[in-house]
């Protein structure tokens, strides 16, 4: 349906509403009073109310001591903007640079055991709530939350049953049995000592988060509404990152910066508290901070979606002054005073749409994420997709109902459907005709070139048929100069190949030659060495003294002989 019709509807359906309450009603019709709940169901409203009073009382002086800390979303440590107080102390800065809420303090688990030292009375209130944990109905609630978390999360594992799961921050394990149920191997990390030892005597494979944990990589690590509570929630997924197997994700809850409730209470929202038990909500992220803390760590968003209803006459309490929120459950009043007849009914008659709206719009009070290693994501984007289709088509199966039209107004759209129909049939007809005219014309137009470009082409081919024969006895004159060329190629080659024959004849002729060369020089070399030494004998001087006086006596003779 576009969008243009789909608001006219709802302007209709809005000046129906409006009849009807102008309309006056009996005194049976009456829309039910607004209460207003405490932050957690398993805290009465009294141990809320002492927690509170307790922690401002003993535990509020320690707030000074606390460490500074930067930004958790994006990492920035200057240029805040301090915004609100909460009920428990805590100043709440804006971030200059993404706009995150935050306490800009190092909230952590040793802080409240300092508060416990000094206020023995405010941890036996802790300790009843603990204790509310445990009753069935809470643990029957919580195994109906995370089976629809794991159901969620399903297309992400269709091809790949039993891996491996983490949940850092498990509690009583829950979760833990939640995902045994869904084909998980199930491990859990948690701080509290006595939570890790309910678990360990339940069979539940629980570390403590100072040990180590089972080797191997994990196909799922959750924070069910932890993150909110780190003092550093980016060291925590960074972590995570480490630990993710192969195609690995991570799934996590946290209440939503971007709900229209928190945004208007502020510190009168009963949700946002630094902590008077444990590390409270510190981190309040939207959408895009979770976006930016997901890509400081090296992650990817693979899916998100909202969870939960707002409460509109809540909302609409606190913005008419009927309630201030945190501030009048604190005195023990957990109900508005009345509003209009007109404004309750308009808020309980929307109410439903209005929720499927901020889940839309991703302004519902609680954030569902879906993250894997940025290096993933292209491979789990079609798992992906599948999350957003089924996130889809249950908003499309809530809405259809509630988009139905009132009969007479179905009726005035059919007829009015029909005139336009009509109209636009009669237009058709004649642009038909219209059409029908030019394309003829056009056809006799495309007739006469189609002829003269036959005619043309025709020539054309015969001209190419020609210059293929004339280029075909091109090709076999060359083919046959080729031919000879190879010829006298092979000639060459044979030539070239018997004078180096006989160049390597001539050469192994040289290479003996020089053999007998080197032996004949090494002959005459010995020769000489032996007539040296022969010199050097008392023998060869005699024969050279008798050769020296047999030439002197033939001079003599030849002198005599000459005389005569």
Not at 419 to 432: D, I, T
Request: contains cysteine; hydrophobic residues 40%; glycine residues 8%.
């Amino acid at each position: 349906m576009p969008i243009e019709r789909a608001a006219g509807d709802l302007a209709g359906d809005l000046a129906q509403l409006v009849v009807a309450l102008v309309t006056p009603q009996g005194d049976g019709d009456k829309a039910p009073d607004t209460d207003i709940g405490t932050p957690f169901s398993t805290m009465s409203q009294a141990d809320w109310c002492e927690a509170v009073y307790l922690w401002n009382r003993d535990g509020r002086p320690l707030i000074a001591g606390l460490e500074q800390r930067a930004c958790p979303a994006c990492g920035a440590t200057g240029g805040h903007r301090r915004i609100f107080e909460s009920y428990d102390g805590y100043a709440y800065e804006e971030c200059g640079r993404c706009g995150c809420w935050h306490v800009p303090l190092v909230v952590d688990a040793l802080l409240f055991e300092r508060f416990f030292e000094r206020c023995p009375k405010a941890a036996e209130v802790a300790l009843r709530s603990f204790n509310k944990r445990m009753s069935e109905e809470n643990r029957s609630a919580d195994l109906a939350r995370f089976d629809d978390y794991f159901t969620r999360l399903s297309p992400l594992f269709a091809q790949r049953r039993g891996g491996r799961y983490l949940d850092m921050g498990c509690g009583l394990g829950n979760s833990l049995v939640a995902a045994g149920a869904h084909g998980f191997e199930a491990f859990g990390v948690e701080s509290s000592r006595e939570c890790l030892r309910l678990c360990q005597e339940a069979g539940l494979d629980v570390r403590h988060v100072e040990q180590t944990l089972p080797p191997g990589g994990f196909d799922l690590i959750s924070f069910w509404e932890s993150l909110e509570h780190m003092a550093d929630p980016a060291a925590m997924l960074g972590l995570c990152h480490r630990l993710l197997a192969e195609n690995g994700v991570i799934a996590f809850t946290v209440p939503n910066l971007d709900s229209p409730l928190l945004r208007a209470q502020r510190g009168d929202c009963s949700v946002v508290h630094g902590g008077y038990d444990t590390p409270g909500h510190i981190n309040l992220f939207g959408a895009s901070h979770v976006s930016q803390l997901l890509a400081r760590c090296g992650l990817a968003l693979l899916h998100i979606d909202g969870q939960y209803g707002m409460s509109l006459p809540e909302l609409a309490a606190y913005m008419l002054g009927r309630h201030r929120g945190a501030a009048d459950l604190l005195g023990g009043r957990s109900e508005s005073e009345p509003l209009p007849l007109v404004t309750r009914t308009l808020l309980n008659a929307i109410g439903p749409a209005v929720s499927l709206l901020e889940r839309l719009s991703l302004t519902a009070p609680i954030l569902f994420v879906v993250a894997c290693r940025q290096s993933d994501a292209a491979g789990l984007a079609e798992q992906a997709r599948a999350m957003d289709r089924r996130r889809d088509e249950e908003l499309l199966a809530q809405a259809t109902p509630m988009a139905r039209s009132s009969a007479t107004e179905q009726v005035a759209t059919e007829r009015r459907e029909v005139l336009r129909v009509q109209e636009e049939a009669g237009r058709a007809s004649e642009a038909l005709h219209q059409e029908i005219v030019r394309l003829r014309d056009e056809a006799l137009r495309l007739a006469e070139q189609y002829n003269e470009g036959a005619t043309r082409a025709q020539d054309a081919a015969n001209r190419v048929a020609e210059e293929l024969l004339q280029v075909t006895a091109r090709v076999a004159r060359e083919e046959c100069k080729v031919t000879e060329l190879r010829q006298e190629v092979n000639r060459a080659e044979a030539e070239v190949s018997e004078r180096n024959a006989l160049l390597a004849a001539r050469e192994a002729e040289v290479e003996q030659l020089g053999s007998r060369l080197g032996a004949v020089s090494r002959e005459c070399a010995a020769l000489s060495a032996e007539l040296q030494q022969l010199k050097s004998t008392w023998l060869y001087k005699l024969s050279h003294l008798l050769d020296g006086w047999r030439r002197k006596t033939r001079v003599q003779d030849n002198d005599i002989n000459n005389d005569r």
